[in-house]
């Protein structure tokens, strides 16, 4: 009897596809689907300080994002402080100028000695962030600390540790730059999704 092969990346497309019949309706998709549709990295910020209600409901995303073990291995740096956010700015030569003209800022660390994952972790807090911004209309982007260069001679970690006095050993993974976006960016398009990089039961080249 010959074995019956199904198309399971086919299936999946079909499926998604018929779920998400959306440009700008969104009419069957769950809340969640549109929060990952709609978020893009915001550069570009309108000359305005968040409420302390909506950094409370950021800082808060990342308190309750997962970590590993429940070590909570992270800590966040909340800078609002127009000084500093220029001289953060200048953590790397490319990729972080913009932190300048936002509202806020977390740094985000982890500590190794509490967790060999404290990357994963850490990582995980800065999306939840990112992801509860977006709930509430926030821009966000990500700036990449770790293993970026401030200079040739200095990290941009070691750079902004050194200016936020943070101690050893936590480590700077990123920092997170929020702002009332100066405009909206076109959601991200389904029809384009890579499902060509998803491998079902065994990875296919």
Same mark, same amino acid.
């Given at each position: 009897?010959?074995?019956?092969?199904?198309?399971?990346?086919?299936?999946?497309?079909?499926?998604?596809?018929?779920?998400? @019949?959306?440009?700008?309706?969104?009419?069957?998709?769950?809340?969640?689907?549109?929060?990952?549709?709609?978020?893009?990295?915001?550069?570009?910020?309108?000359?305005?300080?968040?409420?302390?209600?909506?950094?409370?409901?950021?800082? @808060?995303?990342?308190?309750?994002?997962?970590?590993?073990?429940?070590?909570?291995?992270?800590?966040?740096?909340?800078?609002? *402080?127009?000084?500093?956010?220029?001289?953060?700015?200048?953590?790397?030569?490319?990729?972080?100028?913009?932190?300048?003209?936002?509202?806020?800022?977390?740094?985000?660390?982890?500590?190794?000695?509490?967790?060999?994952?404290?990357?994963?972790?850490?990582?995980?807090?800065?999306?939840?962030?990112?992801?509860?911004?977006?709930?509430?209309?926030?821009?966000?982007?990500?700036?990449?600390?770790?293993?970026?260069?401030?200079?040739?001679?200095?990290?941009?970690? *070691?750079?902004?540790?050194?200016?936020?006095?943070?101690?050893?050993?936590?480590?700077?993974?990123?920092?997170?730059?929020?702002?009332?976006?100066?405009?909206?960016?076109?959601?991200?398009?389904?029809?384009?999704?890579?499902?060509?990089?998803?491998?079902?039961?065994?990875?296919?080249?």
């Amino acid at each position: 009897m010959q074995k019956k092969t199904v198309n399971y990346r086919a299936s999946i497309d079909i499926n998604y596809k018929n779920k998400c @019949k959306t440009k700008s309706n969104n009419k069957t998709m769950s809340n969640f689907q549109n929060l990952l549709i709609q978020r893009r990295s915001i550069r570009k910020y309108k000359d305005e300080l968040l409420q302390a209600e909506e950094t409370e409901m950021i800082l @808060k995303a990342a308190l309750l994002s997962p970590t590993s073990k429940n070590a909570h291995s992270w800590q966040f740096v909340v800078v609002e *402080d127009k000084e500093m956010l220029e001289k953060l700015s200048r953590c790397k030569e490319h990729g972080s100028k913009f932190i300048a003209d936002c509202a806020l800022a977390v740094v985000v660390l982890g500590n190794p000695l509490v967790s060999d994952v404290w990357v994963e972790d850490a990582s995980i807090a800065s999306i939840a962030m990112q992801l509860q911004a977006e709930d509430i209309g926030i821009g966000s982007c990500w700036v990449q600390i770790r293993e970026r260069q401030y200079n040739e001679q200095v990290s941009a970690a *070691d750079y902004v540790s050194d200016m936020l006095e943070i101690p050893m050993p936590y480590e700077v993974l990123s920092i997170i730059a929020f702002g009332k976006k100066e405009k909206e960016r076109r959601p991200n398009d389904v029809e384009a999704l890579l499902w060509e990089n998803v491998h079902i039961g065994e990875f296919k080249s």
